[in-house]
């Protein structure tokens, strides 16, 4: 095996991040499409206007090394990814949009780690210009952050209040339709 270098990992890690950035911009507009809260749709289409950003500044990172940015699968965005599908097909109404926020928390938390190691690497590879611009995606990551968890506080009341007002015994009926009424791709179809 050839000797690796930090520069090697460094290259390797914004490989994965710029295949997480895609995966998210595919993502999110399905994700927006289930959400009953206003106020966290305009949050999550905001925060794809900023990922469709970071692509770009991770394609002018690239650019700048004279790298391909493809060629790798992140798969741990992929996996978040997919436990958010089995969340969207399971769940509905305030119960869904406070799994949404748990699921999309996961996600800014996996992009935070991730960002702080290449800031890390920028920042002892010299590499000054990635570094500024790197930053700039890590300080939106945790804004976003910051954004779902204030939106969690009201959304995840109300999923509390449609649970003491609906009872258990139909919350768990409602769940049981749901899972039966699965359309086999994506959102299941609302039971009457």
């Not at 895609?22 to 959400?35: D, F, R």
């Amino acid at each position: 095996m050839p000797e690796q270098t930090l520069q090697d990992l460094y290259i390797s890690e914004l490989k994965d991040l710029y295949s997480s950035e895609q995966q998210l911009v595919k993502a999110l507009p399905k994700i927006v499409k289930n959400v009953e809260s206003q106020e966290l749709s305009d949050a999550i289409s905001n925060h794809l206007e900023e990922t469709k950003n970071h692509v770009t500044r991770l394609e002018q990172i690239f650019a700048s090394m004279g790298e391909n940015p493809k060629g790798k699968k992140c798969v741990g965005m992929q996996g978040i990814l997919e436990e958010g599908e089995e969340t969207i097909d399971e769940f509905e109404g305030n119960v869904l949009d406070a799994g949404i926020i748990s699921g999309a928390q996961r996600v800014e938390h996996y992009e935070i780690a991730a960002y702080g190691a290449v800031c890390a690497y920028a920042e002892l590879l010299q590499r000054t210009e990635d570094l500024g611009l790197l930053k700039e995606t890590l300080q939106e990551e945790k804004n976003a952050d910051e954004t779902l968890t204030e939106l969690s506080e009201s959304i995840n009341r109300l999923a509390l209040q449609g649970l003491e007002e609906g009872g258990e015994e139909t919350v768990s009926a409602r769940q049981q339709v749901g899972r039966e009424t699965k359309t086999g791709r994506g959102r299941k179809t609302r039971a009457a």
